[in-house]
């Protein structure tokens, strides 16, 4: 795939660990390459706090707004030859876009339909040209599946349980890696409500040592039942690790939509070894609370914070049942992650435009009640990732007046990751 290589400007002249900074754009899938030049806002001046709103009110207007996307790289001297990229991405399911047409009062009709939305973020990942896609609330699967097998992706599907019709689904490429084993998780079996996850063991085709597991969740939407969304990932976390020492301790790619933001207990927990949760209240586990666009453009400190410590207090708030929905078990107190992940993105640092004070991006989704990050790609130990796709700039996103657009098909933006296995990995 050809790339275009554009001028670093004055903010990544001083920051070395840009090593390249660039957008892709594309006419079809089989070539990548375009001459493009970034917005302004991708070498303006540091914010002078997290969220910034440089015209002082929001853009409703969507006509004219460009949304253009760079890779960052960064040099890690641990990875070895042998790499793979990978997208996750929540599609907006179509029937979620008109039960809630009320997130949406500023995007015109035309850009929720799914016939264009379909071929939108189609273009968008073949553009992007992912070895695994991880894609979340997939309602259309053989419309999108149809699409990517003619690319040559080959797929898996899991949808809901309950009256909710969308699910989750993995796309790989069929030349690159075979499946070997698979599960699909349905959490309402185990009174963790309607939605679904899937694990993947994926073998390369040209390396036959190098095998990973991926997995791919849809995390409860619900902001105050943090006892079911640590359930959840309680949960997969434990199915992983007995897939992950079936085949002989594989490394792990964990995608999805999580539901919970930077600042939050469940994203702490992700990336620690427990969580004591008994410490938090379980209305605040998510950190979605604070995420509302006004609230998070009116303040200037830190939005979405850190929850607070509630000591002794807290355990009147969690009663035996939702400690049992979180743990397995009404005696336990603390939640186990036996792979301790990483964020790809928090790893590859990216310029405070796009980035807030924990290295995340400052914005994976936006709509009329939320401007936030709740979209993830984990990696577990055996792996590194070298580059990343960086989010639009908050400025830029705010012009929109909200998510799906002309060019971006959801009210989420795609994460795309190029990860490799360590030298050390076996």
């Not at 991708?42 to 949304?67: A, K, M």
């Not at 996850?197 to 995390?219: P, T, W």
Request: proline fraction near 5%.
């Amino acid at each position: 795939m050809a790339t275009t290589f554009l001028s670093c400007g004055p903010f990544l002249r001083h920051h070395s660990h840009f090593s390249k900074f660039f957008f892709c754009c594309s006419n079809d899938a089989a070539d990548a390459s375009s001459t493009s030049s970034l917005p302004k806002s991708t070498t303006s001046s540091y914010y002078t706090r997290r969220w910034y709103n440089p015209s002082g009110r929001r853009q409703l207007n969507q006509e004219g707004v460009q949304i253009l996307r760079h890779w960052i790289e960064t040099d890690q001297p641990s990875a070895s030859e042998e790499k793979f990229s990978v997208v996750s991405y929540n599609i907006l399911a179509e029937r979620n876009t008109w039960k809630h047409r009320g997130l949406y009062p500023n995007v015109p009709s035309p850009y929720l339909k799914w016939n264009h939305r379909k071929r939108v973020i189609c273009e968008e990942l073949l553009m992007w040209n992912p070895d695994i896609i991880c894609l979340q609330e997939v309602d259309k699967y053989f419309d999108v599946s149809e699409i990517m097998e003619k690319a040559g992706y080959v797929g898996s599907y899991t949808r809901r349980t309950g009256d909710a019709i969308d699910g989750c689904a993995i796309f790989w490429k069929a030349d690159k890696f075979r499946l070997i084993d698979e599960e699909s998780i349905k959490f309402k079996m185990f009174n963790l409500r309607d939605n679904v996850a899937q694990l993947s063991v994926l073998e390369m085709s040209k390396a036959k040592s190098r095998r990973l597991l991926i997995g791919n969740i849809h995390v409860l939407y619900n902001p105050s039942r943090g006892d079911v969304k640590l359930g959840q990932l309680r949960y997969l976390l434990s199915r992983a690790e007995i897939l992950s020492k079936k085949w002989r301790n594989l490394p792990f790619v964990l995608a999805g939509d999580f539901n919970s933001t930077p600042e939050s207990a469940i994203y702490n927990f992700l990336s620690s070894s427990e969580l004591n949760f008994m410490s938090y209240d379980r209305r605040e586990l998510s950190g979605q609370s604070g995420c509302h666009p006004d609230k998070v453009l009116g303040v200037k400190t830190e939005v979405c914070a850190p929850f607070f410590f509630l000591g002794s207090q807290t355990k009147g708030l969690w009663t035996e049942e939702e400690v049992k929905v979180a743990t397995g078990s009404a005696d336990c107190k603390v939640v186990r992650n036996p792979f301790r992940l990483t964020s790809s993105y928090a790893t590859i640092k990216g310029p405070p435009t796009t980035r807030g004070s924990t290295d995340e991006p400052l914005a994976t989704s936006y709509h009329s009640k939320f401007l936030g990050t709740v979209d993830y790609i984990w990696y577990s130990d055996g792996l590194i990732p070298i580059r990343v796709v960086d989010t639009v700039p908050i400025d830029i996103l705010l012009k929109t007046g909200g998510l799906p657009c002309e060019k971006v098909g959801s009210d989420h933006l795609p994460l795309v990751s190029e990860i490799a296995f360590t030298r050390t990995s076996e």
